[in-house]
């Protein structure tokens, strides 16, 4: 005789299972990722029936063997045919391999054991979170199924560009305009960060693009390991109007540099054309 079943589900599915997760996006602005922040979320989940405690009947009534399966929650089929006997064995769609069968269902969650229901949980997000991270709540996921653990909540977040930051690693990024004048000459400047406006020596000579560094203006490491830099780039700005007097200055700052500035003179390629002649 041939005999094949088991691999039809059975009595495994009255095994206690974990829960299900919930992922739950949450978008907060750059400075709370930086600096972290307290709040509370609303969630709608699954959660134990606390009439019937998840046993899915009525409190006071009972709980039988199923008649069908006699208690295993499997149906076992035999077939004959000229090569024997062929055995399988099947969930049982009475009591759905559960094993036992409900005569009053519970009135609150109608015999699921679980109802749905929102809560408010309070959530900690940890200063220096980056975009796509998230925050694992551990057991406040889906109910678990016959008696198994809950999932668990994760909080995924997503971070809000800023007008003036941009972020790399643990770093902020920022570009900050000077004139010619403060490039050449160097000045003091003021430039943003995110604990407030802050003083910056911008040196003589100051070529545009230079980047300068604000030690511990970053943002702070996610495990605790400090904080990052602010890296400031520094671009000069071509004036693109300009009075008389001003283009006049700038001819005798041409002149005492040794450059002769031509207002209406031949373009480039013009000036090309000619010295290839």
């Known amino acids: 005789d041939l005999f094949f079943g088991g691999a039809f589900g059975g009595r495994s599915s ?9 992922h739950y996006d949450m978008t907060i602005s750059f400075e709370e990722a930086a600096f972290g922040l307290e ?3 609303e969630v709608p989940r699954t959660v134990v029936c606390d009439h019937c405690h998840g046993n ?3 409190p006071g009534t009972p709980i039988k063997n199923c008649p069908d399966c006699q208690g295993t929650g499997q149906m076992r089929y035999v077939q004959n045919t000229p090569l024997g006997q062929f055995a399988t064995t099947r969930t049982c769609t009475r009591c759905r391999g559960e094993g036992k069968v409900v005569e ?3 009135r609150e969650c109608g015999g699921a054991g679980t109802v749905r229901r929102s809560s408010r949980l309070k959530v900690k997000i940890p200063a220096g979170i980056d975009n796509g991270q998230f925050v694992r709540l551990a057991g406040q996921g889906e109910a678990g199924y016959r008696g198994g653990p809950p999932g668990d909540l994760l909080i995924v977040v997503h971070v809000r560009p800023h007008e003036l930051f941009t972020r790399q690693g643990n770093d902020v990024l920022c570009e900050v305009p000077i004139s010619f ?4 000459l160097g000045d003091e400047i003021e430039v943003p960060t995110l604990d407030g406006p802050v003083k910056l020596r911008v040196p003589e000579g100051t070529q545009s693009g230079k980047v300068m560094r604000l030690r511990g203006k ?3 490491d996610v495990r605790g390991y400090g904080r990052g ?3 400031v780039t520094l671009r000069v700005v071509t004036p693109t109007k300009l009075t008389p007097k001003q283009k006049e200055l700038l001819r005798e700052f041409a002149q005492e540099s040794g450059q002769d500035v031509q207002t209406g003179s031949k373009g480039f390629f013009e000036r090309m054309k000619d010295a290839l002649r």
Do not use: H, K, M, N
């Not at 009255?14 to 919930?22: K, L, M, N, T």
């Not at 004048?181 to 050449?184: D, G, T």
């Open 14 to 22: 009255q095994r206690p299972r974990r829960g299900a997760d919930i």
């Open 39 to 41: 709040t509370s979320v």
């Open 56 to 58: 899915q009947a009525e």
């Open 104 to 106: 009053t269902p519970c």
């Open 181 to 184: 004048a403060q490039a050449a």
């Open 218 to 220: 970053g943002v702070q």
């Open 229 to 231: 830099d602010q890296l």
